[in-house]
C-alpha cells in the first residue's frame, strides 16, 4: 500500500470504533438506561478494548457528552432556510423528530442525568450545552446578518426548546406540528412586540 493509503488507514479505522462505540452506547442506554453500564461494558458491546475508549475520551461522563453531541448534530442540525421564521420553524421540527425518536427520551434523560454525575458529569454536560448554543446562536447570527432582529439565545431556549423538551419528559401533549408552530409563532410575536422587525 502506497504512503498515501496508509495515512488514510488509522482515521478510517478510528472513525469505525467511535462509530461501533457510539452505537454501543445508544444500545445499552435503551437497554439499561443510564447509571446501569459501565466502559466495559461499552468496550464489550463494541468488539473494543477498554483501555482504547479511556485513551480516547477519559471517562465515561465525556464519552456519553460525545454520543449525546454527535447525535443531535446528526439528527437535528441547525438549519439555513434563508429567514428566521424559517430556521425556527425547521429546527423546532428537528429537535421534535430527534426526542421522539427510538431513543430520544432516553437520550434526554442521559443528558439530565450526567448534570448529577459529579465534575465530570457536570463538564461533559456543560461542554455540549455550550457547542450546541454556540450553533444556535451561529443561526441567529445569519438572520441579524439579513437585516433581521432575531431573539437571543436564551429567548430561543426559553420560548421554544424547553416546552419541547418538558412535554416529551412529562408526556404533557405530542409535538403536532401545529403545536411547534404556535411556539415559534409565540416567540416571533413577542419579538414584534418589542421591535416590530421580525417577520
Given at each position: 500500500?502506497?504512503?498515501?493509503?496508509?495515512?488514510?488507514?488509522?482515521?478510517?479505522?478510528?472513525?469505525?470504533?467511535?462509530?461501533?462505540?457510539h452505537q454501543a452506547v445508544t444500545e445499552l442506554v435503551r437497554e439499561r438506561?443510564?447509571?446501569?453500564?459501565?466502559?466495559?461494558?461499552?468496550?464489550?458491546?463494541?468488539?473494543?478494548?477498554?483501555?482504547?475508549?479511556?485513551?480516547?475520551?477519559g471517562n465515561l461522563q465525556a464519552l456519553l457528552g460525545d454520543v449525546l453531541l454527535t447525535r443531535?448534530?446528526?439528527?437535528?442540525?441547525?438549519?439555513?432556510t434563508g429567514s428566521l421564521a424559517g430556521d425556527l420553524r425547521a429546527h423546532a421540527a428537528n429537535v421534535a423528530r430527534?426526542?421522539?425518536?427510538?431513543?430520544?427520551?432516553?437520550?434526554?434523560?442521559?443528558?439530565?442525568?450526567?448534570s448529577g454525575e459529579g465534575q465530570q458529569g457536570l463538564q461533559a454536560r456543560d461542554e455540549l450545552l455550550a457547542d450546541r448554543t454556540r450553533q444556535l446562536q451561529a443561526?441567529?447570527?445569519?438572520?441579524?446578518?439579513?437585516?433581521?432582529?432575531p431573539p437571543d439565545v436564551l429567548e430561543v431556549l426559553d420560548h421554544l426548546l424547553a416546552p419541547i423538551y418538558m412535554r416529551v419528559?412529562?408526556?404533557?401533549g405530542p409535538l403536532t406540528p401545529d403545536y411547534l408552530d404556535g411556539l415559534?409563532?409565540?416567540?416571533?410575536?413577542?419579538?414584534e412586540d418589542r421591535t416590530g422587525s421580525w417577520r
Open positions: 500500500m502506497d504512503e498515501q493509503g496508509r495515512a488514510r488507514r488509522p482515521g478510517g479505522r478510528s472513525a469505525r470504533v467511535r462509530a461501533a462505540v438506561g443510564y447509571g446501569n453500564f459501565t466502559v466495559g461494558d461499552i468496550a464489550a458491546r463494541a468488539g473494543v478494548a477498554d483501555t482504547s475508549l479511556y485513551r480516547r475520551w443531535l448534530n446528526a439528527r437535528s442540525p441547525m438549519p439555513d430527534e426526542v421522539t425518536g427510538p431513543d430520544g427520551l432516553a437520550l434526554v434523560r442521559l443528558t439530565i442525568a450526567l443561526m441567529l447570527d445569519r438572520a441579524r446578518g439579513r437585516g433581521e432582529d419528559l412529562f408526556g404533557a415559534v409563532d409565540r416567540l416571533l410575536a413577542s419579538g
